[in-house]
């Protein structure tokens, strides 16, 4: 199983990107997706789940409203738009499959890591 996640960088405040994240190896359309975060000194953290056909979402309370999670079973992909970016959304992001769970909240429920990709949100 692999996962690639891409479409970190560099932006100011206020602004947006999205992350993508190719999954392979996997029956992809199967299994729940999640986003997590770990910025310098921290705990890894939960950002936004989804499930496998995508009708039902979970995001933190830190990003509700901001970031959207999404997936294109089609392609392997599951995406995280994050718009109005503020400097403490900057972290390493990673996207995980969780194979029998139920889009949960909790890293130790995930089967499967990418290996991250940084999002740096300068003020």
């Known amino acids: 199983v692999q996962l690639q996640a891409s479409g970190g960088g560099l932006v100011q405040a206020g602004g947006s990107l999205r992350l993508s994240c190719a999954a392979s190896?996997?029956?992809?359309?199967?299994?729940?997706m999640g986003w997590f975060r770990q910025a310098p000194g921290k705990e890894r953290e939960f950002v936004a789940a989804?499930?496998?056909?995508?009708?039902?979402?979970n995001y933190a309370d830190s990003v509700n409203g901001r970031f959207t999670i999404s997936r294109d079973n089609a392609k392997n992909t599951v995406y995280l738009q994050m718009n109005i970016l503020k400097p403490e959304d900057t972290a390493v992001y990673y996207c995980a499959a969780d194979l029998y769970g139920t889009a949960s909240r909790s890293p130790r429920n995930y089967d499967y890591w990418g290996q991250g990709t940084l999002v740096t949100v300068s003020s």
């Open positions: 989804i499930s496998r056909g995508g009708s039902y979402t």
């Open positions: 190896g996997l029956t992809f359309s199967n299994v729940n």
